[in-house]
């Protein structure tokens, strides 16, 4: 009778209608051609439809920051942006649009650290993201540079680095640093064993944000699978997200 009692416990689960508990995605890639996002100005706008019907309030877009293909800088941001929201307000689409940045952590990014301004969001959180292959030797002397600078250390998708265990995590967290998890890794879209790593985090509380980090429009037209998951409605309900304070 076991399987009777898992099924009556995954029918009597709570779901979400849409992602509104969230309000504010904080991880995407959605100002043109600026890096590998999207490529026009229709795809973005179409995205941002789509993430609107989806229950989003806000979306605080997040290009890539790459000292060897991505050379981004507050000024194209701001002014990519500057051309989003205009096409948002013509196209009369309910929505708020602002802009920080990913930042790739590396030689360059550390030499820069309290000699530039970062974009930020919020309470001066600052989204970054390392190598997908090992972190940075130095990442957490420069996790505490940032943190003497006034910066609220966000790691970007920390689920996708296949190097990192439940452990590492752990200290991250004790060193002050917020974890953002993707709303695709809540399915099978990297991998199953990196949905079964969510899980293990979501059941130990380790999630602060959640973001899209969406790219394109066939990952746009995805996350409405996320949604009615047993693990979107545990995100929510056990960890104590930051999204809608924004």
Excluded at 85 to 102: C, F, N, P, T
Excluded at 103 to 113: G, L
Excluded at 222 to 241: E, G
Aim: charged share 25%; net charge neutral.
């Amino acid at each position: 009778m076991k399987w009777l009692y898992n099924l009556f416990q995954n029918n009597s689960k709570k779901y979400f209608e849409d992602f509104s508990i969230i309000s504010t995605d904080i991880h995407s890639h959605l100002i043109p051609s600026i890096d590998d996002g999207s490529k026009d100005l229709e795809t973005s706008i179409n995205i941002i439809k789509k993430l609107s019907e989806l229950g989003f309030k806000k979306i605080i877009t997040t290009p890539h920051v790459m000292s060897d293909m991505y050379r981004n800088d507050s000024k194209t941001i701001i002014n990519g942006l500057k051309l989003l929201k205009q096409e948002v307000l013509k196209q009369k689409i309910d929505i708020s649009l602002s802009a920080a940045a990913e930042y790739y952590v590396d030689y360059e990014f550390a030499q820069n650290i309290g000699k530039q301004d970062f974009l930020t969001f919020g309470n001066n959180f600052l989204l970054i993201e390392h190598s997908f292959i090992e972190a940075p030797k130095d990442f957490f002397d420069i996790i505490f540079k940032l943190q003497t600078e006034g910066y609220n250390v966000v790691l970007a998708h920390p689920e996708r680095y296949r190097f990192y265990q439940i452990d590492d995590y752990e200290k991250l967290i004790e060193k002050g640093v917020y974890l953002q998890l993707n709303l695709l890794s809540l399915t099978n879209y990297y991998s199953l064993s990196t949905s079964k790593k969510v899980k293990k985090m979501i059941d130990r509380k380790m999630f602060s944000f959640v973001g899209t980090d969406c790219h394109n429009q066939n990952q746009a037209e995805l996350y409405s699978n996320c949604i009615k998951t047993n693990l979107f409605t545990d995100l929510v309900n056990k960890n104590f997200l930051l999204n809608h304070t924004l």
